[in-house]
């Protein structure tokens, strides 16, 4: 570690998980040819995306420095649904001690329960926070678990639901015709993959009750790296927070 520390030490970047100033990020992600043509941000090979020293993403970055700007999940007690939870937002977020947090996935073997998003096992407004970031390309019924995670989700909460997206489709591209993987990866860029969104993925939302914002980080500079991007961040990749309305009180 130390030894990778100094072979790839410099001022280009800045890792806000490990805090390592780095020369060079590396290169990662698939190389399918339907990810670029469909300009599918949050997806493909990205050239500076991985930090060499604590392997963050991009869009793991985005969506730390999201929380810790634009949120008070590090502050206010909480009760927080991470599902398919990254490696480091994870180990930083189970640390914290106002937060009630757990994690849940159907595959991964390291989360706390298992959890299918189509059917979720928790009754209805239990989380404040839920945390469930590419997951919904995977999941056929994607609408039945909006509907699902906006059912958990306590009124007034909110939940980031990052996903690939394209900026070239006017409407989501989903086929359910296509069902190997080998298709799918064609299709969509990832074997796994069962559709690639487009703008139409807020109105999707919307229709599961959310009331959705969209964040860019290039309109807040200076938290976010700067015009230099120090972060290593992917300049076109959007925040989405789905949020839950408050219910009126009567009087
Ligand atoms: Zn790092």
């Known amino acids: 570690m130390a030894c990778k520390k100094l072979y790839f030490f410099g001022f280009r970047y800045e890792c806000p998980f490990c805090h390592s100033y780095l020369r060079s990020l590396l290169p990662f992600g698939l190389n399918f040819p339907v990810l670029k043509e469909k300009r599918v941000v949050g997806g493909g090979y990205r050239l500076d995306c991985l930090c060499p020293i604590c392997n963050s993403f991009d869009r793991e970055r985005l969506l730390y420095l999201y929380l810790a700007n634009q ?40 989360v706390m329960v298992k959890m299918d998003i189509t059917d979720i096992q928790f009754p209805e407004n239990s989380f404040d926070i839920i945390l469930c970031n590419h997951i919904l390309e995977h999941v056929i019924d994607d609408r039945k678990a909006m509907a699902e995670l906006y059912r958990v989700l306590k ?97």
């Not at 640390?95 to 849940?104: G, I, Q, R, V, W």
């Not at 860019?216 to 500079?221: E, G, I, L, S």
């Open 71 to 110: 949120t008070d999940v590090f502050e206010k007690p909480a009760k927080l649904l991470h599902v398919a939870p990254e490696e480091r937002l994870k180990n930083l977020l189970c640390s914290k001690t106002n937060l009630d947090y757990l994690t849940a996935d159907l595959f991964q073997k390291t």
């Open 155 to 251: 009124p007034g909460g909110w939940a980031i639901l990052q996903v690939p997206m394209s900026l070239s489709l006017s409407n989501t591209y989903e086929d359910s015709s296509i069902t190997s993987p080998a298709d799918r990866e064609t299709a969509f860029g990832q074997n796994d993959h069962v559709r690639i969104y487009a703008g139409d993925y807020l109105t999707r939302l919307a229709d599961a009750g959310f009331n959705v914002d969209v964040f860019k980080w290039t309109d807040d500079m200076k938290n976010f790296g700067g015009t230099g991007n120090r972060y290593g961040l992917n300049e076109d990749e959007c925040v989405y927070r789905a949020n839950k309305k408050q219910t009126l009180r009567k009087d």
